[in-house]
C-alpha cells in the first residue's frame, strides 16, 4: 500500500478541545456534580419564573373582569350565585366567604349599625386574601435562595478544578498554556454556569415580589370597598 495514501487520523482541533461540552466532560467530578446542581437550579428557576407569569397574567385578567362585573351596578346576591360554585382567583374568593358570612349571619348582627358583622366579614376576607397569596408566593421564595447559593456554589466549584490543575501540573512538571489552559477553563466554567442560574433567579425574585405585592394591595383595596359596600347595605336594611 502506498504511504502516500494513508490519512492519519483527525487532531482535535484547539476549538474542539476548548468547547463548552468538552469543558464539562473533561471536569473533575466535583465540578461535574456542581455543574450539574447549578444546571438543574437553573432549570427550576425558570420553570417558576414561567408558572408564576403565567398564572399573574391570568389572575390579572380574571381579577379585572370580576371588578367590571361588581362596579356595574349588578345586585351582590346575583354576582353571588354566578360565583359561589366556582371563585377561581383571590378577589372572587374574598367576595365569596364575605358573601357567605352575610348570608348567614342572625338579623340581630344588623342592629347597632352590624359593626360586629363587619369587623367579622373583614377578617374572614382578610384570611382568604392570605391563604390565596401564600399559594401564590408558593416556590418564589426558592428563587432568592438560588440567587444567593449559586454563585459561591458556582465559586467552590472553580476552586476546585483550580486547585486540581495545579496539582496536575506539579505532577506533569509542564507548565506550558497548552497544558494549563484547558483545566483552569472548565474550572472558571463552574463559575459561569453558577452566574448564569443566579441572575435571572435574583431579576426574576425582585420582579415577582414587587407584582405579588402589587395585587395583594388590590387585594386589601378591594376588601376594604366591600366592606364600605355592605354598610351602605346595613343602612338601608336599618332605614328600612
Request: aromatic share 8%; proline share 5%; charged share 20%.
Amino acid at each position: 500500500m502506498d504511504p502516500n495514501l494513508v490519512t492519519a487520523a483527525p487532531l482535535a482541533t484547539p476549538e474542539a478541545a476548548m468547547s463548552v461540552w468538552s469543558l464539562v466532560m473533561q471536569a473533575d467530578l466535583v465540578v461535574k456534580s456542581v455543574m450539574l446542581i447549578l444546571a438543574l437550579a437553573s432549570l427550576w428557576c425558570w420553570a417558576v419564573i414561567f408558572e408564576k407569569v403565567w398564572r399573574l397574567a391570568a389572575l390579572k385578567r380574571r381579577t379585572s373582569g370580576f371588578e367590571r362585573a361588581f362596579w356595574s351596578g349588578a345586585p351582590l346576591e346575583e354576582l353571588y350565585r354566578r360565583l359561589a360554585k366556582r371563585p377561581d382567583h383571590p378577589m372572587a374568593m374574598m367576595f365569596a366567604t364575605a358573601m357567605e358570612e352575610w348570608r348567614e349571619a342572625p338579623r340581630g348582627a344588623l342592629r347597632d349599625g352590624g359593626s360586629h358583622l363587619l369587623d367579622r366579614i373583614g377578617r374572614v376576607m382578610r384570611l382568604a386574601m392570605d391563604r390565596e397569596l401564600v399559594a401564590l408566593e408558593r416556590s418564589v421564595p426558592s428563587l432568592a435562595t438560588i440567587g444567593s447559593v449559586a454563585p459561591f456554589l458556582g465559586l467552590f466549584g472553580t476552586v476546585w478544578g483550580i486547585m486540581n490543575s495545579f496539582t496536575a501540573i506539579a505532577v506533569s512538571k509542564n507548565t506550558t498554556l497548552t497544558v494549563v489552559a484547558p483545566g483552569i477553563a472548565e474550572a472558571l466554567f463552574a463559575t459561569a454556569v453558577g452566574l448564569a442560574a443566579a441572575i435571572p433567579a435574583v431579576v426574576a425574585y425582585n420582579k415577582l415580589s414587587g407584582e405579588i405585592d402589587r395585587y395583594a394591595e388590590r387585594l386589601e383595596s378591594f376588601g376594604e370597598e366591600f366592606q364600605v359596600v355592605l354598610a351602605r347595605e346595613i343602612e338601608a336594611s336599618g332605614a328600612a
